[in-house]
């Protein structure tokens, strides 16, 4: 009963997540949504929808004293990331070696989705937990909504942080290789335009500051002074003019993400493109993802739980998972927006991840339930 109740609640959750892309692929069949209408939803998604996103949740969600006592949690997500990054890193060196996915590979690796098919996920399995630990509902619920909520904002700030510099050194790389390269047509072309600009360089190196981050320095210095929080909570006039606009915004996220996918996915398959091949390297970046990671996530949960760091297992639980969900589709977006030569690659990468957990994300959780709560 245990293990159909689990495989319902991720099948449901994933196959939300298809339906929706679907959506997107039948949009683009129809020539309603172009691969130029894609760019720019997603360059919106970055400068307004993320953001949005980040800051209603986080200062609805959390207080001052909230945040100390989630500090082992964004440690965690922290460590996720990190390991993610140190995989991804490791395995193009070693196993991979497709110096040209360099920056595929490492985002692939270090980016868990933590929206979407987590807070599905929290919504579907915490009347089971309170049923498996004598805890009432509503407050196993608050705690996993919590958990992912942090989850969230850490790792989306992060991504658009790291991956955008990642992938816009790779970009210069590339450029700089191409440049290296004699090519007929270069003989005609003015010196001067061969070369990127010292302009040009520089910015593209300034890839540290963005919206996502932005949205959450701005977050946590509102909770930090609890009384600008509790002005734009309870204030009226400044909730609805502000905070409920904002809200708004941010629920058109998930969607629009999972439609860009369905978009991209179209437009690889049933487009007038050639099918990404280089099908031994997405098999071993989603391995990463889906077998190596949740491995080291199971090493870290069992000490933090033996070493009393965290006691509720449930908490737990939403952490673990962490480890265990296939790659953000952010990634996708940042993909769009900096290094369009991966675009295709990271789309398959994501097609293949997400059928794959339908398989692979039910048996981590059993696994999880056998050690801790059975």
Known sequence: MQ???????????????????????????????????????????E????????????????????????IPCIIITLLCLCFGYILGTVSNKYWIKEKGLNSVVILASANPHTTNLQLQLCYGLSKWFAMMTSKPEKQIEATLVTTVIIQTVIVTSIRWTIGKGILQQQEMELEMTNLSEPQSHNLIIPLSSQQPSKGDIEIKQRSFWNPPLSAALVSIA????????????????????IFVPLQTI???????????????????????KDKVEKYSAILYIVINRLLFMPIIGMIIVIIVYSQKIIDDKCQLFMLFLTFCTPSSINILLLAKQYLQSAEEIVTVILLYSYLLSIITLPLWMIIYLMIFIA
């Open 222 to 241: 509102c909770i930090c002074i609890p009384i600008v929080q509790t002005q734009i909570l309870n204030n009226q006039v400044i909730y609805n003019t």
């Open 47 to 70: 400068h307004l929808f993320i953001p949005a996103l980040i800051f209603t949740n986080f200062l609805k969600s959390l207080t001052l004293e909230k945040l100390n006592q989630q």
């Open 3 to 45: 293990i159909l109740t689990i495989i319902q609640v991720v099948v449901s959750t994933t196959f939300g997540v298809f339906f929706i892309s679907g959506c997107g692929a039948y949009l683009t069949h129809k020539k309603i949504i172009t691969k130029q209408l894609t760019s720019q939803l997603s360059c919106l998604t």
């Open 250 to 272: 941010s629920k058109a996220t998930s969607p629009i993400v999972l439609i860009i996918l369905g978009s991209s996915l179209y437009e690889i398959y049933m487009g007038n």
